[in-house]
Each structure stands twice: as structure tokens, then as C-alpha cells.
């Protein structure tokens, strides 16, 4: 699985943004995606994650209430809606992929990482 995300840019404190993950390959639908970001200087963090049909996501308690993943599997695609963004949301936000029904939050779980696309939020 390859993933490619994008639709990242540059939003005042407030705004909203969606980031999207193209994967390509036919196993998709079988690997469970997780959505994590890193600040400068800062390690790499988990965001959220949902599971391989759809049915089940979950989120960091930091952007709980104000981000919104979703995928369509039929698309090989993976979103995340982000809204009421903070200054602290900025950084590089990568896909993962992990093979199976749950995601993790832990970054070395995964098999497959998308490049990344910056977020920054102004204040």
C-alpha cells in the first residue's frame, strides 16, 4: 500500500481544513488508518484512528470534538475534517496504515506512512 496525503495549507486559528490520504493497491480495505501529527521539535503524536470497514474511529483528547475521520474504501481514500482549528494544531500531518481490523496509536505499529502535508494554523 502506498498512501499520498494532501490538502494541507496554511488557516487562521478558528478555521477548518480537510487533509486527504490517496492509497493505491487492493489490500486497502483490509488495514486499519491512523492519522498522526508532528510539531517542530516536537515527536511524532497520534491524532486519530479508524478501523478498516469504517464503523469504529477514535481520537487524541486534544482534537476530540473538532476533527472527523472518515474513509471510503471503495475510493482508497481516507479523510480527516478538521474544524475549530488552534495554533496548536500546527504541523505535518502523515496517514499510516496498518494491516488489520484496529488501528493503534503507537507509530511503529504501522506498515505504511504516507509523506506528510503541513498544517499550519495563524493565530
Known amino acids: 500500500v502506498q498512501l499520498q496525503a494532501s490538502g494541507g495549507g496554511m488557516v487562521q486559528a478558528g478555521g477548518s481544513l480537510r487533509v486527504s490520504c490517496a492509497a493505491s493497491?487492493?489490500?486497502?480495505?483490509?488495514?486499519?488508518i491512523g492519522w498522526f501529527r508532528q510539531a517542530p521539535g516536537k515527536e511524532r503524536e497520534f491524532v486519530c484512528g479508524i478501523d478498516r470497514s469504517g464503523g469504529t474511529s477514535d481520537y487524541a483528547d486534544s482534537v476530540s470534538g473538532r476533527f472527523t475521520i472518515s474513509r471510503d474504501n471503495a475510493k482508497n481514500a481516507v479523510y480527516l475534517q478538521m474544524d475549530s482549528l488552534k495554533p496548536e494544531d500546527t504541523g505535518v500531518y502523515y496517514c499510516?496504515?496498518?494491516?488489520?481490523?484496529?488501528?493503534?496509536?503507537?507509530?511503529?505499529?504501522?506498515?505504511?506512512w504516507g509523506q506528510g502535508t503541513l498544517v499550519t494554523v495563524s493565530s
Open positions: 493497491g487492493r489490500t486497502f480495505s483490509m488495514h486499519a
Open positions: 499510516a496504515a496498518k494491516y488489520g481490523i484496529a488501528w493503534f496509536i503507537v507509530p511503529k505499529s504501522y506498515d505504511y
